[in-house]
């Protein structure tokens, strides 16, 4: 039977010695490359081109977003007008029979004024939907960006079981990196906290490689765009 090997103090003290030389000399390593690196970059990502055959061209944006959104279980309502924007809203809500809804931005609480009740902040934990604006729209991936700028702050798009969006075609761009500048376009040096891009409903295949949705946040997404 095999006893276990007992190292002396000094056998110990030396071992100790010889990891962190070994560790100090990968980290100048480390340090030398990117000194190195520095001096050839400015640190910025080089642009480069799309090839067609990996991104193919978004266009037109509205139809290429509405298929990629619609593919990753998002539903989504095009509206010619506020009115009829308003309608759909109501037609949602009635239809779903939602009575906990719950709406922080003062411009959608003006235009949905008739149309719902929102719920009192200190019912939070009930809320069944949250409605909230965003950022942009990324066609080429269905991805809407949201940020923690706007009135409705971060729980909104993450909390409700339903998360509805209300948004402009306006806000339609082609590529993630397009929503990216134009965002740090939009804010410029006073840059919000949180930005997110979500695809679709929150889901996971974690477990026995079976689709759930709303494990991580709204198990439905619902985008209101008005042309």
């Given at each position: 039977?095999?006893?276990?090997?007992?190292?002396?103090n000094?056998?110990?003290?030396?071992?100790s010695?010889?990891?962190?030389?070994?560790?100090?000399?990968s980290?100048?390593?480390?340090?030398?490359r990117?000194?190195?690196?520095?001096?050839?970059?400015?640190?910025s990502?080089?642009?480069?081109?799309?090839?067609?055959?990996?991104?193919?061209?978004p266009?037109p944006?509205?139809e290429?977003?509405?298929?990629?959104?619609?593919?990753?279980?998002g539903?989504?309502?095009?509206?010619?007008n506020d009115?009829?924007?308003?309608e759909?809203?109501?037609?949602?809500?009635r239809?779903n029979?939602?009575?906990?809804?719950?709406?922080?931005?003062?411009?959608l609480?003006?235009q949905f004024?008739?149309?719902?009740?929102?719920?009192?902040?200190?019912?939070?934990?009930?809320v069944?939907?949250?409605?909230?604006?965003?950022?942009?729209l990324?066609?080429?991936?269905?991805?809407?960006?949201?940020?923690?700028a706007?009135e409705?702050?971060r729980?909104?798009?993450?909390?409700?079981?339903?998360?509805?969006?209300?948004?402009?075609a306006?806000?339609?761009?082609?590529?993630l990196?397009?929503?990216?500048?134009?965002?740090?376009?939009l804010?410029?040096?006073?840059?919000?906290?949180?930005a997110?891009?979500i695809t679709?409903?929150?889901?996971t295949?974690?477990?026995?490689?079976?689709?759930?949705?709303?494990?991580?946040?709204?198990?439905?997404?619902?985008?209101?765009?008005?042309?």
């Open positions: 039977m095999s006893r276990p090997i007992r190292l002396t000094l056998q110990q003290i030396k071992m010695n010889k990891l962190n030389e070994i560790s100090q000399r980290k100048n390593r480390i340090l030398s990117l000194k190195a690196a520095s001096k050839d970059t400015d640190g990502i080089q642009s480069h081109d799309r090839s067609v055959r990996v991104f193919p061209d266009q944006l509205l290429t977003f509405v298929s990629e959104f619609e593919k990753v279980n539903e989504v309502h095009i509206c010619k009115t009829e924007l308003t759909q809203l109501e037609e949602l809500i239809k029979g939602w009575k906990n809804i719950l709406c922080r931005d003062t411009q609480q003006h004024s008739n149309s719902f009740e929102s719920i009192d902040e200190s019912d939070f934990g009930n069944e939907v949250g409605i909230t604006r965003c950022e942009f990324i066609a080429r991936s269905g991805s809407i960006m949201v940020s923690s706007h409705s702050g729980l909104l798009n993450v909390f409700p079981p339903v998360h509805i969006v209300v948004a402009q306006s806000q339609l761009v082609a590529y990196e397009d929503a990216i500048e134009n965002f740090k376009h804010y410029g040096t006073s840059l919000p906290s949180q997110t891009v679709g409903p929150s889901r295949a974690d477990i026995e490689k079976t689709l759930v949705m709303g494990a991580h946040g709204p198990k439905e997404l619902i985008l209101l765009l008005r042309k």
